[in-house]
């Protein structure tokens, strides 16, 4: 069907459409067969390459025989018509004063361009419009907070951070590649502006969570008084475990490790819950919010329904990414 509609067209909008076609369809097979070593691709695009070269080689020679006509078919051509006249006993017909109209070249050639052009375009504008039969997972996107009414313990912080800010800064594109899971995506990534627990209110700590299959990721920064030296001491007291300082940007830092909770809750005919349990290991890095460590730290933790944690390197290399997105807490 389409060959039968292509022979209806005109020489000069057919050849031109097709040398479009095939340089660009044969230019496109030959780049996709060169990037993924492709024999069977290669070919294919030879071939149209070769097919396009043969159109333009015509679209050549019918130019050179429209330029310079042969004057012996021309001769041929004139004696014959005369003969033809002379024995039906016609009028002769018109002479070289009154030619016959030849069709518009310049029309042609604009008809060709216009098909060339709709063709292009259709090419371009069918994958947005066409569903996709892609089933890729896509990754999760940050919940929309943007127009959430904030705590007034954001108010009264000077330049802090959102929870909605902190969600992008952490849910980047090569967040799995840090973790050492490349292939995974994220299934959830949300951000939330809360507030401090037992502080009535007044401190600001906002939150970010980003869950892939393997890991979960969280990120929060706390803008209260405590600084680094006096946090490592509270960890003392506590139940942290492998507590190491160290520097992070220029900044006072420590890791360190403890069981996250885990809470399971019936959904059942009494909708009571069980006790809250010990849940797996997770690895936490805690940084000042500023240099010269005037209050206030950011802590990056990572854990996993398996238990398995990932080298403390990981760690570094996420607050790399997410610190320069927090502004450092101005001096006071």
């Given amino acids: 069907m389409l060959g039968f509609l292509l022979r209806l067209l005109p020489f000069w909008v057919r050849e031109p459409l097709l040398i479009a076609v095939g340089s660009v369809l044969g230019v496109r097979i030959m780049y996709l067969a060169v990037r993924d070593h492709d024999r069977v691709a290669a070919g294919l695009g030879v ?6 070269a043969i159109r333009v080689h015509a679209v050549i020679r019918a130019l050179r025989a429209r330029r310079n006509p042969s004057p012996t078919a021309s001769a041929d051509g ?45 090419l371009w504008v069918a ?18 907070g943007a127009h959430e009414e904030l705590p007034k313990a954001y108010t009264q912080t000077p330049q802090p951070v959102t929870g909605e800010e902190l969600c992008k800064a952490l849910n980047r594109p090569d967040l799995a590649k840090l973790l050492g899971t490349p292939g995974e995506t ?21 939150e970010a969570e980003v869950t892939f ?21 509270l960890m003392k007291f506590g139940d942290e475990k492998d507590i190491k300082t160290l520097t992070v940007l220029g900044r006072p830092a420590v890791l360190s490790s403890d069981h996250t909770m885990k809470l399971e809750i019936n959904l059942g005919s009494g909708g009571s819950g069980g006790p809250v349990e010990q849940g797996p290991l997770a690895r936490t890095l805690s940084v000042a919010l500023d240099r010269n460590d005037r209050g206030g730290y950011c802590d990056i933790t990572v854990w996993s329904t ?15 990414k997410v610190l320069p997105r927090i502004p450092e807490r101005p001096a006071r």
């Fill in 186 to 206: 994220a299934t959830t990534a949300s951000g939330t502006s809360n507030t401090a627990p037992l502080t009535d209110g007044k401190v600001a700590q906002p």
């Fill in 127 to 144: 994958p947005r419009v066409m569903p996709s039969d892609d089933n890729t997972p896509q990754p999760a996107s940050c919940s929309g």
């Fill in 213 to 233: 299959d393997t890991y979960t990721v969280n990120v929060s920064a706390t803008y209260n008084e405590l600084s680094t030296d006096q946090y490592v001491k």
């Fill in 78 to 122: 004139a004696a014959v018509d005369a003969a033809a006249q002379a024995q039906a006993g016609a009028r002769p017909r018109p002479g070289p004063d009154t030619p016959e109209k030849e069709p518009n070249a310049w029309g042609q050639a604009v008809a060709a361009v216009a098909v060339v052009g709709a063709l292009a375009a259709a």
């Fill in 47 to 52: 071939v149209f390459l070769v097919f396009t």
């Fill in 306 to 320: 398996s238990g398995a944690l990932p080298d403390d390197s990981v760690l570094l290399d996420i607050a790399e």
